[in-house]
C-alpha cells in the first residue's frame, strides 16, 4: 500500500505546469469519531493491539484555478465551493499498555448497503474463478 503522501504528490507532479490551484476552506471543518475499534495482535512474546479510529471531516471548501495556456483554457476558471464530506482513518499500536503515535493511512468511502453488496459480489466472483482456475 502506497503511503498518502506519496500519492497526493504523484497527483500534484500530474497536474499541467500551466495552472495553479488555490484551495481554501470556508469556516471551520467540524470533525467526529465515526468509528473506533481495537484489536489483539495475538503476540506470544508481547502484549500488542491495534487500534483503528474513523473521523468523518465536514467542510466547506472553494478551488480557484488560475493559469494561461491551452491546458489551462480546458479546465474550469471560475471559483468552485462544494461541500466536503470526507472520512479519514487513522491507525496505532498500543504495545505493554502504551500507545504509539497515530498514523494517517488514508481516506476511504462511506459503506453502503450498495458497496457491501458489489464487495460480496466480488469476493463470490473471485471465489469462483480461483476454484475454476485449478492448482497453477
Known amino acids: 500500500m502506497e503511503p498518502v503522501t506519496v500519492k497526493y504528490l504523484k ?3 500530474a497536474r499541467p505546469s500551466d495552472i495553479i490551484m488555490h484551495w481554501r476552506i470556508n469556516g471551520s471543518p467540524k470533525a ?3 468509528s473506533n475499534n481495537a484489536l489483539p495482535l495475538g503476540l506470544d512474546h508481547i ?6 479510529a474513523i473521523v468523518r471531516i465536514k467542510s466547506e471548501q472553494v478551488l480557484d484555478v488560475q493559469g494561461v495556456g491551452k491546458e489551462f483554457r480546458e479546465v474550469q476558471s471560475k471559483p468552485k465551493q462544494s461541500h466536503m464530506v470526507e472520512y ?4 496505532r499500536l498500543i504495545v505493554e ?3 504509539r503515535s497515530w498514523k ?3 481516506f476511504t468511502e462511506l459503506a453502503t448497503m450498495a458497496t457491501i453488496e458489489q464487495g ?11 476454484t475454476s482456475q485449478g492448482p497453477r
Do not use: D, N
Not at 502484549?47 to 483503528?52: D, G, N
Open 11 to 13: 497527483q500534484i507532479k
Open 32 to 34: 467526529r469519531i465515526v
Open 47 to 52: 502484549e500488542a493491539s491495534l487500534q483503528q
Open 88 to 91: 479519514m482513518v487513522l491507525q
Open 97 to 99: 499498555g502504551r500507545p
Open 104 to 106: 494517517v493511512w488514508g
Open 120 to 130: 460480496e459480489e466480488f469476493a463470490r466472483t473471485m471465489v469462483e474463478y480461483q
